[in-house]
């Protein structure tokens, strides 16, 4: 087998120590160090010293990034490749063996590296997964509010669409501090909710105990102290953004996308698109498109397999939110394949169509442009007519077509 890469090493890191072999066309060589930053640079300088040129390790959680931002400015060729891609010869599993399998498959080039954006672009990421992990956070309280007022029999939420709204939240406000009486808290409803007050009052009159306002009480300090957090947040997000203004501007045009949304597609993806050749790539790398699993000419699953579910969730929750938008292009795309393939398999076809735009917009540089709600008719004119004649004719009428 040809040997691409002469002198490399293969890394089998783990918490506490992290396993190197570095095979040439000299010999070979193993060795073990501690995880600590002072051994890590000790590794460092023996790669250097081997004249080390490329370096492949397992994506193992996290343990893997100490020693990737030591060796990334080596200026060697490093990789971080999908466990699941490299697994041992079954009845040789030892950290040695996993070590010195992985130079070897690195060494004849059987191997490929995970995207790994450089530092500023890491950064940038792990701001926006953790603000993304507080709004969950903030959604879980709020579920647990809602499970404290079911406990009470308090139907707030079969009245009003959001318990946290400036209505909702004054009502709990009042509801931790002791006030019972439906009428006041009725009271306190404000905007089109007022005209509900009837309902208001059935709705907020219930049995609440004192554990259930200390409860409320907690969980309403929780949700400030969330929302403090996630504003601290948007702020330190905005100011790394701004270099990107323009490039938000049209990835936030798309049907469905908002601000925060754009800014999490963009820390996933990048401005620079050019690593993916092209948007089907990069729509495989997100697994928003069929898997492939067919033999014997039978297709036997389609199933999506797992990607960057960071970014695969983000674009499934937009592809929610354009599903509900009028005379949009991805409106019409949902609706016409969720009434064949159901909801879920249409949300995911316009998460795949959504990247595929956004691609584009990256490659490009233009604007998006809105294809609008008629578009699939438009397509096919004289299909679309003969199937609303078909349709009405199978109702037992006659149709006579006449231009407009």
């Not at 929302?227 to 049907?255: N, Q, T, Y």
């Not at 996308?257 to 050019?274: F, P, S, Y």
């Not at 064949?340 to 490659?363: E, F, M, N, P």
């Amino acid at each position: 087998m040809e040997i691409l890469y002469p002198r490399c090493c293969g890394l089998d890191v783990h918490q506490k120590t992290v396993v190197a072999c570095i095979i040439a066309l000299d010999g070979k060589e193993i060795r073990t160090f501690k995880t600590m930053t002072n051994d890590i640079l000790q590794l460092a300088d023996w790669l250097v010293a081997k004249q080390v040129t490329h370096v492949a390790m397992e994506s193992t959680g996290v343990y893997w990034r100490p020693i990737y931002n030591v060796l990334e400015s080596l200026g060697l060729t490093l990789m971080v490749i999908n466990a699941q891609y490299i697994k041992a010869v079954p009845g040789r599993k030892t950290d040695v063996k996993d070590a010195e399998w992985i130079a070897n498959l690195l060494r004849h080039g059987l191997v490929r590296g995970s995207f790994i954006p450089d530092r500023p672009k890491r950064e940038l990421r792990e701001l926006v997964r953790y603000r993304r992990t507080l709004i969950r956070q903030r959604a879980q309280v709020i579920n647990r509010i809602q499970k404290v007022l079911e406990g009470a029999n308090i139907k707030l939420s079969s009245v009003a669409s959001n318990v946290m709204g400036a209505s909702g939240r004054a009502m709990l406000e009042a509801i931790s501090k002791g006030v019972e009486d439906p009428q006041v808290l009725a009271g306190y409803a404000k905007g089109r909710l007022r005209e509900k007050r009837p309902e208001l009052e059935e709705a907020l009159k219930g049995l609440v105990g004192p554990h259930q306002r200390t409860l409320l009480q907690s969980q309403l300090r929780l949700i400030d102290f969330l929302d403090a957090e996630i504003s601290r947040m948007d702020e330190e997000i905005a100011e790394r953004m701004r270099p990107f203004k323009e490039v938000l501007k049209r990835i936030d045009g798309i049907p469905g996308m908002g601000r925060r949304t754009a800014e999490d597609v963009l820390a996933e993806i990048g401005k620079d698109v050019d690593r993916f050749p092209t948007a089907a790539q990069l729509a495989s790398w997100a697994k928003l498109c069929p898997g492939n699993n067919e033999s014997a000419g039978k297709r036997k699953t389609g199933k999506t397999g797992h990607g960057n579910t960071w970014l695969r969730n983000t674009l499934v929750e937009a592809a929610w939110g354009a599903s509900r938008t009028r005379d949009t292009y991805l409106a019409a795309q949902y609706h016409r394949l969720a009434a064949r393939r159901g909801a879920k398999r249409a949300i995911l076809a316009v998460a795949h169509t959504i990247i595929i735009i956004v691609y584009s917009l990256l490659k490009t540089g233009e604007e998006y442009r809105e294809l609008g709600a008629n578009y699939f008719d438009e397509r096919n004119r004289l299909a679309t007519v003969r199937r609303a004649v078909r349709r009405i004719e199978g109702l037992g009428y006659q149709v006579e077509l006449q231009p407009a």
